[in-house]
């Protein structure tokens, strides 16, 4: 018996591989963004199913330039490459994330990561670009905010971001739980 999410799962790699999503057809002028949202519960599953994708793209479209974004790794490798990231576990540790968050506002600014993403991703010479990990890194980096900066940086690519929460096009809601401020630029990838 397969679940609700097992079918829309198994939905994502033809919708991401087909040539109307890959071009773009049929959003007018709209950014090509999509969330694939899902109960974060089911993290581990969506987790294999990213990986899974990740294997099988190639298969299925063999010069698709694809660029998958740990957001988790991302800040990690961000970090440390600011010389930051032992003081901040530290931090973290001793302090608590409130703190955290203060300490590294500066280097967090929405516009700031955003231009890293674009540094490390180079959204213009990929095809499709798939970001997970959203939940590990929150409070730190919050998706809408992140979408909202990286409309200008990836304006072609389609971009999917997995989603641990709900989304109903009009809002986010983190775990389920935690209402982000207004976002209303994606489309649900799998309804």
Known sequence: MTTDL?????????????????????????????IFDY???????????????LEHIPKHK????LAH???????????????????????QRKEGSAALLEALKGLLE???????????VKPNDQNLILISGVG??????????LLNNLHPIVERTPLVMFY???YDEKSLRLFGRIKSDNYYRAFRLIP
């Open 6 to 34: 097992e079918e829309r799962l198994n939905q994502i790699l033809p919708k991401i591989t087909g040539e109307d999503f890959l071009k773009r057809r049929g959003l007018g002028n709209e950014i090509a963004f999509f």
């Open 39 to 53: 109960p974060a519960e089911d993290e581990l599953r969506v987790r294999q199913h990213v990986k899974f994708l």
């Open 62 to 65: 063999p010069k698709l330039k």
């Open 69 to 91: 974004v740990n957001l988790f790794d991302f800040l990690v490798d961000y970090l440390n490459g600011e010389g930051v990231l032992e003081e901040s576990l530290v931090k």
């Open 110 to 120: 929405e516009k700031t990561v955003a231009q890293r993403f674009k540094d490390v």
């Open 136 to 145: 590990s890194v929150y409070p730190l980096i919050r998706s809408h905010t």
């Open 164 to 166: 641990p929460g709900a």
